[in-house]
């Protein structure tokens, strides 16, 4: 059974720093393409972060390149975001999500539809 877990997030002043942890089950993340996405309320889920499997290429969003770094650790099988400099508008529910159906990440990688996989969500609150 295909499962992602996330843990990491909480509550932090502006320009902190937290690391969120996705723990994948039921498949090799190296595999795999895993994205990073967030929700803010009242906002559509958007794509901030993508790393592609077998040391595939990594994508941010425009809104946190220079602050936030995706990662992964084979042996643990779980991605990794650090997310460094935190602003208030940082604030969000974030997700991670695998597409284990190749490469439509290298296109689409911001795009949630291509993600066949979801974890529950941990809150990520930045007060400012």
């Known amino acids: 059974e295909v499962q992602l877990v996330e843990s990491g997030g909480g509550l932090v002043q502006a320009g902190g720093s937290l690391r969120l942890s996705c723990a994948a089950s039921?498949?090799?993340?190296?595999?795999?393409?895993i994205g990073w996405f967030r929700q803010a309320p009242g906002k559509e889920r958007e794509g901030v972060s993508c790393i592609g499997g077998r040391g595939g290429r990594t994508y941010y969003a425009d809104s946190v390149k220079g602050r936030f770094t995706i990662s992964s650790d084979n042996a643990k099988n779980t991605v990794y975001l650090q997310m460094n400099s935190l602003k208030a508008e940082d604030t969000a529910v974030y997700y991670c999500?695998?597409?284990?159906?190749?490469?439509?990440?290298?296109?689409?990688?911001?795009?949630?539809?291509?993600?066949?996989?979801w974890g529950q969500g941990t809150q990520v609150t930045v007060s400012s």
């Open positions: 039921g498949f090799t993340v190296d595999d795999y393409a």
């Open positions: 999500a695998a597409d284990l159906q190749g490469a439509r990440y290298e296109h689409w990688w911001n795009r949630a539809p291509i993600y066949d996989y």
